[in-house]
């Protein structure tokens, strides 16, 4: 198995939040693919975050795409002045929840479609987290910043309430890393 050669690219979008490409690849079998769009969006980063008294902090947001208002975990997208992962994570939480927390964990990496995407998805598990009274919190989305208890979180993920896809996958390292990992 080898990597695909790229014969030519063309952009066709390059913004602050997408960068879209037409290339054309000349496979292993010497066959050519083209058009073959490649969506380059920033890294994001999302955490499951729970306080020091043992509640989710959750958002309810509303979103575009799917026109509906969703349930989804606090995160955002890694910026370049994010010296660490763990940075945009921090920042991210503080942003949109205006929680600190004491301990931050790395769970790992999804990409939400490597076939045509060039992002992917850090997740994080925050734990002892804690209201900042003075955190300025970022008002571009509209965003309802929720504290769920446990079992009420547990039935709202095994009711998929939750539908951003790389965001269940946190929930369910994050669940993993906890040894609670649901099983129906």
Not at 76 to 81: I, K, L, M, Q, R
Request: aromatic share 10%; net charge negative.
């Amino acid at each position: 198995m080898n990597k695909w050669e790229l014969l030519h690219s063309e952009q066709l979008i390059k913004d602050k939040w997408c960068d879209v490409r037409k290339n054309s690849y000349k496979k292993n079998d010497g066959s050519v693919i083209e058009p073959f769009y490649i969506y380059g969006f920033p890294d994001y980063a999302t955490a499951l975050a729970i306080t020091k008294r043992g509640t989710v902090i959750v958002e309810r947001i509303y979103r575009p795409g799917i026109d509906e208002i969703i349930l989804e975990l606090p995160g955002g997208c890694v910026d370049p002045t994010d010296t660490m992962l763990e940075t945009a994570i921090e920042r991210e939480l503080l942003e949109e929840t205006g929680y600190r927390f004491e301990q931050i964990e790395y769970l790992g990496k999804i990409s939400p479609n490597p076939n045509t995407n060039t992002n992917v998805m850090h997740m994080f598990l925050a734990t002892g987290g804690e209201e900042d009274p003075s955190a300025v919190r970022d008002t571009e989305e509209e965003v309802e910043v929720l504290e769920l208890e446990w079992d009420q979180f547990i039935d709202d993920f095994k009711s998929q309430k939750f539908v951003q896809s790389m965001q269940t996958s946190t929930i369910l390292y994050a669940l993993m890393k906890l040894n609670k990992l649901i099983v129906y």
